[in-house]
């Protein structure tokens, strides 16, 4: 086979499998280095081996193969029992119990295996998203707002503190899960966010599905954590949209230009379902508040019309709970709605400096100053916002409004 085809067909096996590869491997023991290891060992061999032989009809069985074994070999050399007994099969063979693969909780015990309490918090998210979730450096880094050199370097150092600690991985059960809900729920976010900002520009993965599948699963075996029904409400009700995102051209269309006919109804039921269970009883955090946004966002389905001024007071909130960029975007666009162009702009000249690096803050500021009348200051705004845009749909559509403005001029 051409080097090239065999390749290519490594990547694609390894973006898909990798993180049930790992997760797999991992659940045992809880040790993530050492799963990690074993898949990139495996892939190494699968470069020589599938170049001389061809590549196998279950490649990621075979790559699984490949790595339980070598697996295998580091428990026997350290005279520990090897946890899959009774199954040696040759990488020939490809001897595999698939339905094990397909098993989705597993990546969920792996993230709380990351989200240790003697892993730096700061370093739990990133490494969940990616040993255990598959994600690189710089997607990690996009949705965390972090330069992909920084990140990288991140997640080397926790992987060598790991390596050389004597902690104690097991895979916790879930009577531990409320301990480590905070950091696992943000790499589940942090997955279906990630999935929106490059799902056009490289192959999908629908890692948005899975996120939305672990955020329901997480909220169903912590019933009591409201929280994590917040979570579950927003992934849900996010994704109920998706199908109207982009018209029958692919062209991006707006929140609100979207038809409400094309938004999915039993998904939209479940995030209402999980709104109500999360309850009123307790403050609620920034994922529940988040969710509550959306589900005014999708009342807009059955009353024909957008409360901003309810938007623009849930989103106030999670701003004080935990400020984030994005959340001083959304309030930005809500305030405009309410006060006019002016007000919204002062919400986003409070961001600071981070704003001139994050696309959606230039997008808001291009179209408030085009609304304000500051047809010049937009056009910049808008030339700032294409640079850092790589996704052609969007691309098009904030060249389209540039290019509105402009005629205004």
């Not at 075979?62 to 009774?86: E, I, K, M, Q, Y």
């Not at 094309?262 to 920034?286: Q, Y």
């Not at 809500?334 to 000249?349: F, H, I, K, R, Y």
Request: proline share 7%; charged share 30%; glycine share 6%.
């Amino acid at each position: 086979m051409d080097d090239r085809l065999t390749g290519r067909t490594i990547e694609d096996v390894v973006r898909t499998a990798r993180p049930r590869l790992v997760a797999f491997l991992a659940a045992p023991d809880g040790d993530l280095a050492g799963a990690e290891d074993a898949v990139s060992d495996a892939v190494e061999r699968a470069l020589l081996t599938w170049r001389r032989d061809g590549v196998p009809d279950r490649p990621e069985a075979w790559l699984l193969t490949v790595a339980r074994n070598r697996r295998r070999d580091g428990w026997r050399a350290s005279g520990r029992l090897d946890p899959f007994p009774g199954d040696h099969p040759s990488p020939g063979a490809a001897a595999v119990d698939r339905s094990a693969l397909e098993i989705p909780d597993r990546r969920l015990a792996l993230m709380a295996v990351a989200a240790h309490p003697a892993i730096h918090p700061a370093a739990r998210t990133p490494l969940m998203l990616n040993t255990v979730l598959g994600l690189t450096a710089q997607q990690i880094g996009a949705v965390m707002l972090v330069p992909r050199v920084t990140m990288a370097a991140r997640l080397t150092r926790a992987k060598k503190r790991i390596r050389q600690s004597d902690i104690a991985f097991e895979v916790p059960g879930v009577d531990e899960l409320p301990a480590r809900l905070t950091s696992i729920r943000d790499a589940v976010y942090g997955a279906y966010s990630v999935e929106w900002e490059f799902s056009a520009s490289e192959p999908r993965s629908d890692l948005a599905g899975e996120a939305l599948f672990l955020a329901e699963l997480l909220a169903e075996l912590v019933p009591a954590d409201a929280e994590s029904h917040g979570l579950a409400a927003l992934l849900c009700l996010s994704a109920a949209r998706s199908g109207a995102r982009r018209d029958e051209r692919g062209e991006l269309v707006p929140l609100a230009e979207q038809d409400t006919g094309r938004w999915d109804d039993p998904l939209l039921e479940r995030g209402r379902e999980h709104l109500r269970r999360a309850g009123t009883a307790e403050s609620p955090g920034p994922y529940r508040l988040q969710a509550a946004v959306q589900a005014v966002h999708c009342a807009r389905r059955d009353t024909g019309v957008t409360e901003w001024d309810s938007i623009r007071r849930l989103l106030s909130a999670p701003r004080r709970l935990a400020p984030t960029v994005g959340g001083s975007v959304a309030l930005a666009v809500a305030t405009a709605e309410c006060d006019g162009p002016n007000a919204g702009l002062s919400v986003l000249d409070e961001i600071g400096p981070r704003a001139e690096r994050f696309q959606p803050a230039l997008a808001a500021r291009a179209r408030l100053l085009a609304d304000a009348g500051r047809v010049d200051s937009s056009l910049v705004a808008y030339d700032r916002a294409l640079a850092l845009t790589t996704e052609p749909a969007e691309r098009r559509f904030l060249e389209r409004a540039r290019e509105a403005a402009r005629r205004t001029s």
